[in-house]
C-alpha cells in the first residue's frame, strides 16, 4: 500500500476471531484513507445510521466519512476448484452505512491496473460482497451449500463501463473494420440472433443496463442465479491505483431473502477479482465471514 | 474422480465426473488425403454459424497444414510439451492423460491461449518440411524428403470432454440423445475455463456476448437427418457425419463403425490426452509415421497399410466413395454388385454410388478439332 494518503498506523487489532488465517502482512495495521477514523483490521463492521440518502453509487462523496473503516484481510480462493493459485492482493477496505431503507457499502484495494473490458484470455475487476440469505444463518462460505443459501451483490468493472457505452469490440480494437455486419441490415430483433447469450438474456450478455452491481443467489459454487428483480446500486472509481466502489441494496429483499433490519448482526464476507491477474469465477482473493452489525436508528 | 472407460487408450482412465456414455455418439470422419485446402468447409460454418459481431476471430472449423500450422497458434504442440513425453505399449496407453496430469487445484492439465495465439488462422499454411525420408511419392527429386499435409479440425464433441470438467458452473454438457457437446448460453458467465482446459482449443470467447461458443455439430441440421454445413460443403468429398459405438458393440453395417473399429482405418486426434475425441481421421499416407503416431496414436501404420490397399476392398472403396456423394446421414451401407448404397435409419435406400462410373468413348468422327474445324466441345476427365 504506497497510495497517497495512506500510511500505515500502529498495530491494532480488533476483534481478531474469524479472520483469515495465511492472510499475507496485513495482521494489526492501521492505514488512513482520508480525513476521518483510522481503518483496523477487523472482523466486525458496523452500519453506522445515517437518516439521509445513501451515496450508493457515489465513491467520492464526503458522507463515506461517517463510516467506520475496516481492513479486511484476503486471502487465494483454494477450497473449490480452479484455484486462485496465488494471492496479488492481501486486504481489502470496508466501510458500511445504513439509513433504515438501504444498506451501502464502499470497498477499497489497491489495483494498478484498470480491467474493465473483457476479452480473449482478458479479465475484468470485480468485487462481491456476500450475505446470508435467511437470518440466523452462516452458511458455508463457499457462496452457501444446499439448503443454506448466500444473497451476494457483485460489481464488475465491465458492466460499469458498460453503463457509459462503451463496451464491445469497437472499444477492444479501436480500429476494427467490419464489413457488414447483421445488425447493420437487420432489424434489431433478427439481429439479436447473432448474438446468442444476449438473445436468450444471459445477465452477463446484456450491456444496456441500468446497474453496475449484479444481485445473485446461491447455494454453492457454480449455482449462481441472477436475481428476476434487481434492485441493487453501484459506482466506482479508479484512481491512483485503486478501485473505489460504491454498493448499496435495500434492506428489504424479498426476493433474496429475510430483510436486514436495524439493531441485527449478519455474516458478511468478500471477495476481489483482479483482472491482470486472470482472475475470474473461483479464481478470487477471498475474505472469511465477518460480522456486519446495523446500527439501530433510534 | 471417477473411473471411465476410454477405449482410445485400452483403459480405465480418471475423469472428474462419471460421464455416462450418450444413446448415440455425433462423430466425424475425415480423409486427410483428399483435403486441398480450400477452406470452403470454414466458409459454410463460418457463414451460417459464426458472422455475428463479436464472433469474427471465430472459426468453429478451420483447415491447417501441418505441421507449421496451428489455430490457435502452438494448440497441440503446447499440450505435448505441458504433457510430457508419454508411452503406449501396444494399443494400450501407459502414460498420463490432461486429467491425470491436471495440477493441484485445477480439473486439467490446460494452457491459456494469449490473444495474439488467434491473429494467425493462416499460419504455416502450406509449409513443407524435409523429413519425410522414403515415405515421399515422388523420389529422386530436389524434393524429394519435403511432406505437409491439411488438418481438418472442428470439435472433437469429445466423450470426455475438457471443456465439461472444467466448467465451474456445469455450464458445457453433453447432450445424452447425439453426444454433441453445447455451451448453454443461458448458464455460462464468461470464466474462459473451458478455453484454456480444451486441449483442442474448440471453445471461443465472444466479444459482445461475453460468454463461450463452440462449434454445434450442426445440431439442428443433424436432428433433420442431415449432415452438416462443412461435410456438406466439402468439394473433396473427404469428409463423413456419422455416429460411433463404442468397439463392443460396433456394426459393421453402420460407416463409421466400419472405418473405425472393423478396418481401424480412421483415428482419433490425439488420443493419448484422454478426452477420447470423436472426430476421426485417415492418416495421409506420405507423413512420417513417428509424427503421425504422435498426432493419431498406434494405430497409424495399420491404417496407412489398409489405405494403400483400398482398391483390393471394395467395401472399404465403396463406403469412401459414399463421402459426399448425399446431403443425408448414412444410417448403414452396403456394396454389391459394384454399387455402394446407403440407407437411412429406416433402412431406405437414400444413395446409391457405383464403384467404377461408367465410361463413353466418344468415337473419333465427332473429334471436330482433328477435321479442322472449331472445338465444339471437350470431355471433361470427370
Given at each position: 500500500?504506497?497510495?497517497?494518503?495512506?500510511?500505515?498506523?500502529?498495530?491494532?487489532?480488533?476483534?481478531?476471531?474469524?479472520?483469515?488465517?495465511?492472510?499475507?502482512?496485513?495482521?494489526?495495521?492501521?492505514?488512513?484513507?482520508?480525513?476521518?477514523?483510522?481503518?483496523?483490521?477487523?472482523?466486525?463492521?458496523?452500519?453506522?445510521?445515517?437518516?439521509?440518502?445513501?451515496?450508493?453509487?457515489?465513491?467520492?462523496?464526503?458522507?463515506?466519512?461517517?463510516?467506520?473503516?475496516?481492513?479486511?484481510?484476503?486471502?487465494?480462493?483454494?477450497?473449490?476448484?480452479?484455484?486462485?493459485?496465488?494471492?496479488?492482493?492481501?486486504?481489502?477496505?470496508?466501510?458500511?452505512?445504513?439509513?433504515?431503507?438501504?444498506?451501502?457499502?464502499?470497498?477499497?484495494?489497491?489495483?494498478?491496473?484498470?480491467?474493465?473490458?473483457?476479452?480473449?484470455?482478458?479479465?475484468?475487476?470485480?468485487?462481491?460482497?456476500?450475505?446470508?440469505?435467511?437470518?440466523?444463518?452462516?452458511?458455508?462460505?463457499?457462496?452457501?451449500?444446499?439448503?443454506?443459501?448466500?444473497?451476494?451483490?457483485?460489481?464488475?468493472?465491465?458492466?460499469?463501463?458498460?453503463?457509459?457505452?462503451?463496451?464491445?469490440?469497437?472499444?477492444?480494437?479501436?480500429?476494427?473494420?467490419?464489413?457488414?455486419?447483421?445488425?447493420?441490415?437487420?432489424?434489431?430483433?433478427?439481429?439479436?440472433?447473432?448474438?446468442?447469450?444476449?438473445?436468450?438474456?444471459?445477465?452477463?450478455?446484456?450491456?444496456?443496463?441500468?446497474?453496475?452491481?449484479?444481485?445473485?443467489?446461491?447455494?454453492?459454487?457454480?449455482?449462481?442465479?441472477?436475481?428476476?428483480?434487481?434492485?441493487?446500486?453501484?459506482?466506482?472509481?479508479?484512481?491512483?491505483?485503486?478501485?473505489?466502489?460504491?454498493?448499496?441494496?435495500?434492506?428489504?429483499?424479498?426476493?433474496?431473502?429475510?430483510?436486514?433490519?436495524?439493531?441485527?448482526?449478519?455474516?458478511?464476507?468478500?471477495?476481489?477479482?483482479?483482472?491482470?491477474?486472470?482472475?475470474?469465477?473461483?479464481?478470487?482473493?477471498?475474505?472469511?465471514?465477518?460480522?456486519?452489525?446495523?446500527?439501530?436508528?433510534? | 474422480?471417477?473411473?471411465?472407460?476410454?477405449?482410445?487408450?485400452?483403459?480405465?482412465?480418471?475423469?472428474?465426473?462419471?460421464?455416462?456414455?450418450?444413446?448415440?455418439?455425433?462423430c466425424m470422419v475425415m480423409d486427410t488425403n483428399k483435403c486441398?485446402?480450400?477452406?470452403?468447409c470454414?466458409?459454410?460454418?463460418?457463414?451460417?454459424?459464426?458472422?455475428?459481431?463479436?464472433?469474427?476471430?471465430?472459426?468453429?472449423n478451420?483447415i491447417?497444414?501441418?505441421?507449421?500450422?496451428?489455430?490457435?497458434?502452438?494448440?497441440?504442440?503446447?499440450?505435448?510439451?505441458?504433457?510430457?513425453?508419454?508411452?503406449?505399449?501396444?494399443?494400450?496407453?501407459?502414460?498420463?492423460?490432461?486429467?491425470?496430469?491436471?495440477?493441484?487445484?485445477?480439473?486439467?492439465?490446460?494452457?491459456?491461449?494469449?490473444?495474439?495465439?488467434?491473429?494467425?488462422?493462416?499460419?504455416?499454411?502450406?509449409?513443407?518440411?524435409?523429413?519425410?525420408?522414403?515415405?515421399?511419392?515422388?523420389?529422386?527429386?530436389?524434393?524429394?524428403?519435403?511432406?505437409?499435409y491439411y488438418l481438418q479440425r472442428i470439435?472433437n464433441?469429445?466423450?470426455?470432454?475438457?471443456?465439461?470438467?472444467?466448467?465451474?458452473?456445469?455450464?458445457?454438457?453433453?447432450?445424452?440423445?447425439?453426444?454433441?457437446?453445447?455451451?448453454?448460453?443461458?448458464?455460462?458467465?464468461?470464466?474462459?475455463?473451458?478455453?484454456?482446459?480444451?486441449?483442442?482449443?474448440?471453445?471461443?470467447?465472444?466479444?459482445?456476448?461475453?460468454?463461450?461458443?463452440?462449434?454445434?455439430?450442426?445440431?439442428?441440421?443433424?436432428?433433420?437427418?442431415?449432415?452438416t454445413?462443412c461435410t456438406?460443403?466439402c468439394?473433396g468429398k473427404l469428409r463423413l457425419t456419422n455416429?460411433?459405438?463404442?468397439?463392443?458393440?460396433?456394426?459393421?453395417?453402420?460407416?463409421a463403425?466400419?472405418l473405425i473399429?472393423?478396418?481401424?482405418l480412421a483415428l482419433p486426434l490425439?488420443?493419448?490426452?484422454?478426452?477420447?475425441p470423436n472426430v476421426y481421421y485417415i492418416p495421409p499416407?506420405?507423413?512420417?509415421?513417428?509424427?503421425?503416431?504422435?498426432?493419431f496414436?498406434?494405430?497409424?501404420?495399420?491404417?496407412?497399410?489398409?489405405?494403400?490397399?483400398?482398391?483390393?476392398?471394395?467395401?472399404?472403396?465403396?463406403?469412401?466413395?459414399?463421402f459426399g456423394?448425399?446431403?443425408?446421414?448414412?444410417?448403414?451401407?452396403?456394396?454389391?454388385?459394384?454399387?455402394?448404397?446407403?440407407?437411412?435409419?429406416?433402412?431406405?435406400?437414400?444413395?446409391?454410388?457405383?464403384?467404377?462410373?461408367?465410361?463413353?468413348?466418344?468415337?473419333?468422327?465427332?473429334?471436330?478439332?482433328?477435321?479442322?474445324?472449331?472445338?465444339?466441345?471437350?470431355?471433361?476427365?470427370?
Open positions: 500500500m504506497s497510495e497517497g494518503g495512506i500510511t500505515r498506523k500502529q498495530a491494532v487489532i480488533v476483534g481478531g476471531a474469524g479472520l483469515v488465517a495465511g492472510s499475507a502482512a496485513v495482521a494489526g495495521v492501521a492505514i488512513r484513507l482520508r480525513p476521518g477514523k483510522p481503518a483496523l483490521v477487523s472482523s466486525e463492521l458496523t452500519a453506522r445510521f445515517r437518516d439521509a440518502e445513501l451515496p450508493g453509487d457515489d465513491p467520492g462523496s464526503n458522507d463515506w466519512r461517517h463510516a467506520d473503516p475496516i481492513i479486511v484481510p484476503l486471502q487465494p480462493q483454494q477450497v473449490a476448484q480452479p484455484f486462485l493459485q496465488e494471492a496479488t492482493i492481501h486486504e481489502l477496505v470496508a466501510r458500511a452505512l445504513h439509513n433504515g431503507k438501504e444498506l451501502g457499502l464502499l470497498l477499497e484495494w489497491g489495483d494498478a491496473d484498470k480491467d474493465d473490458l473483457d476479452g480473449i484470455g482478458v479479465f475484468h475487476d470485480a468485487v462481491a460482497v456476500q450475505l446470508p440469505a435467511r437470518a440466523g444463518t452462516t452458511p458455508p462460505i463457499t457462496m452457501g451449500g444446499p439448503g443454506a443459501p448466500v444473497h451476494v451483490l457483485q460489481w464488475r468493472a465491465t458492466w460499469q463501463r458498460d453503463l457509459a457505452g462503451k463496451t464491445g469490440v469497437d472499444q477492444i480494437y479501436p480500429r476494427v473494420v467490419h464489413d457488414v455486419m447483421p445488425d447493420d441490415i437487420l432489424s434489431a430483433a433478427d439481429a439479436l440472433a447473432y448474438w446468442p447469450a444476449r438473445a436468450v438474456g444471459n445477465p452477463v450478455s446484456i450491456t444496456a443496463r441500468t446497474t453496475a452491481v449484479e444481485e445473485i443467489v446461491a447455494e454453492g459454487f457454480g449455482t449462481v442465479t441472477h436475481l428476476a428483480k434487481q434492485r441493487a446500486r453501484g459506482g466506482a472509481t479508479h484512481d491512483g491505483g485503486r478501485w473505489k466502489v460504491a454498493i448499496a441494496v435495500p434492506l428489504q429483499r424479498p426476493e433474496a431473502g429475510d430483510p436486514l433490519l436495524p439493531d441485527t448482526q449478519w455474516p458478511i464476507a468478500f471477495a476481489v477479482w483482479q483482472g491482470a491477474d486472470d482472475n475470474r469465477g473461483a479464481r478470487k482473493h477471498i475474505a472469511g465471514w465477518l460480522t456486519l452489525g446495523l446500527e439501530g436508528t433510534a | 474422480m471417477a473411473k471411465v472407460r476410454n477405449w482410445q487408450l485400452g483403459r480405465a482412465m480418471d475423469y472428474p465426473y462419471d460421464a455416462p456414455r450418450p444413446k448415440k455418439q455425433f486441398i485446402a480450400c477452406q470452403s470454414t466458409i459454410a460454418c463460418k457463414s451460417t454459424w459464426t458472422w455475428g459481431k463479436g464472433q469474427e476471430y471465430m472459426l468453429w478451420n491447417e497444414t501441418k505441421p507449421f500450422g496451428f489455430y490457435p497458434t502452438g494448440w497441440d504442440v503446447n499440450v505435448l510439451d505441458l504433457l510430457g513425453q508419454q508411452g503406449w505399449d501396444g494399443d494400450t496407453y501407459t502414460g498420463t492423460t490432461v486429467f491425470e496430469a491436471a495440477p493441484v487445484g485445477e480439473k486439467v492439465l490446460g494452457w491459456k491461449p494469449d490473444e495474439a495465439d488467434w491473429n494467425h488462422p493462416n499460419l504455416g499454411e502450406d509449409e513443407p518440411t524435409g523429413t519425410a525420408g522414403e515415405t515421399t511419392y515422388i523420389p529422386d527429386t530436389p524434393h524429394a524428403n519435403m511432406w505437409m470439435c464433441h469429445c466423450t470426455y470432454p475438457a471443456c465439461v470438467a472444467a466448467c465451474p458452473r456445469q455450464a458445457i454438457y453433453k447432450r445424452p440423445e447425439d453426444g454433441i457437446v453445447l455451451v448453454d448460453q443461458t448458464r455460462c458467465r464468461g470464466y474462459q475455463e473451458c478455453l484454456t482446459a480444451c486441449p483442442y482449443k474448440k471453445t471461443m470467447f465472444n466479444l459482445e456476448t461475453r460468454v463461450s461458443e463452440k462449434c454445434i455439430g450442426c445440431y439442428p441440421k443433424l436432428e433433420q437427418g442431415l449432415q454445413q456438406t460443403s468439394i455416429y460411433v459405438s463404442t468397439p463392443e458393440n460396433a456394426d459393421p453395417r453402420k460407416p463403425d466400419f473399429h472393423i478396418r481401424k490425439y488420443p493419448q490426452l484422454g478426452l477420447e499416407v506420405h507423413v512420417p509415421p513417428e509424427y503421425l503416431e504422435q498426432m496414436g498406434p494405430g497409424v501404420p495399420g491404417a496407412i497399410e489398409t489405405y494403400q490397399n483400398a482398391k483390393d476392398d471394395p467395401e472399404l472403396l465403396g463406403l469412401l466413395m459414399l456423394a448425399t446431403e443425408r446421414v448414412i444410417s448403414t451401407f452396403d456394396v454389391a454388385d459394384g454399387v455402394a448404397r446407403g440407407y437411412d435409419d429406416a433402412g431406405q435406400e437414400i444413395v446409391a454410388v457405383p464403384l467404377k462410373e461408367p465410361t463413353f468413348v466418344r468415337p473419333l468422327e465427332f473429334a471436330t478439332e482433328l477435321k479442322g474445324e472449331p472445338v465444339t466441345g471437350f470431355r471433361h476427365n470427370t
